[in-house]
């Protein structure tokens, strides 16, 4: 896989219901980010973790970190129609930051 | 896949002179192309969106007569750092979209340093 490659690519849930991404890498990090991207618009920052730490929360979001296994999960809770959007893992190596392809995450009504 | 480049890698320069970033989509076309940088330890924020053919779109905060936009083709969307200053430092990334699909693809960023 490649390094940042997000899980599921698309995702479609109810409203209401909880969305769980996944994103795994290859080498170490400094730190890892999840952003979000509407259709059409610019990356927006959602939350960084750093790579000693395991897990972070942001209003209704939850953020773990595996350095162990080198993998994170970005959690939405109680998802929101406005919460339709794709979601970017991105890993931060230090001299550069590598993207993933994203999650595309639908919310049904 | 679809690949985005960007040039140079890396530059350094001195205060005062300005600096012009390419990003090129090499194998798609895209009308919207999206400017960000990231200072150190910090997250990536976006400057601007730029759109083939029209004025770009400046985020709150980014000047937009320091930072010169130009997105002359649907290939290709250049950043201007004018009057670089050391504070201007920064790692600086440009993504594109292609405009058949969803899916967004970065440049590998250009590292820039004024003295």
């Known amino acids: 896989s490649q390094q940042g490659e997000e899980d599921p690519q698309a995702l479609s849930i109810q409203e209401g219901e909880n969305a769980t991404m996944n994103c795994s890498y290859k080498t170490s990090i400094n730190n890892l980010q999840w952003y979000r991207q509407n259709s059409g618009r610019g990356l927006v920052h959602l939350i960084l973790?750093?790579?000693?730490?395991r897990e972070k929360h942001s209003g209704r979001l939850r953020v773990t970190l595996d350095t162990s296994k080198k993998s994170s999960s970005l959690l939405i809770t109680a998802s929101r129609a406005a919460d339709t959007a794709s979601y970017f893992c991105?890993?931060?190596?230090?001299?550069?930051?590598?993207f993933g392809k994203g999650t595309r995450l639908h919310i049904l009504p | 896949g679809a690949v985005v480049s960007q040039h140079p890698s890396r530059v350094i320069c001195k205060s005062g002179t300005s600096v012009k970033i390419e990003c090129r989509s090499l194998d798609f076309q895209a009308t919207t192309m999206f400017w960000y940088r990231q200072f150190p330890k910090k997250s990536l924020m976006l400057m601007a969106t730029?759109?083939?053919?029209?004025?770009?779109?400046?985020e709150q905060g980014v000047e937009k007569d320091k930072f010169l936009i130009n997105h002359a083709s649907l290939t290709l969307s250049t950043l201007t750092v004018t009057s670089a200053h050391p504070e201007d430092s920064s790692f600086y990334i440009c993504?594109?979209?292609?405009?058949?699909?969803?899916?967004?693809?970065f440049g590998p960023g250009t590292r820039l340093t004024v003295l």
């Open positions: 993504s594109a979209s292609p405009d058949f699909g969803n899916e967004q693809f």
């Open positions: 991105a890993t931060d190596l230090g001299d550069k930051i590598i």
């Open positions: 730029s759109n083939e053919g029209s004025k770009a779109t400046y």
């Open positions: 973790i750093r790579s000693n730490e």
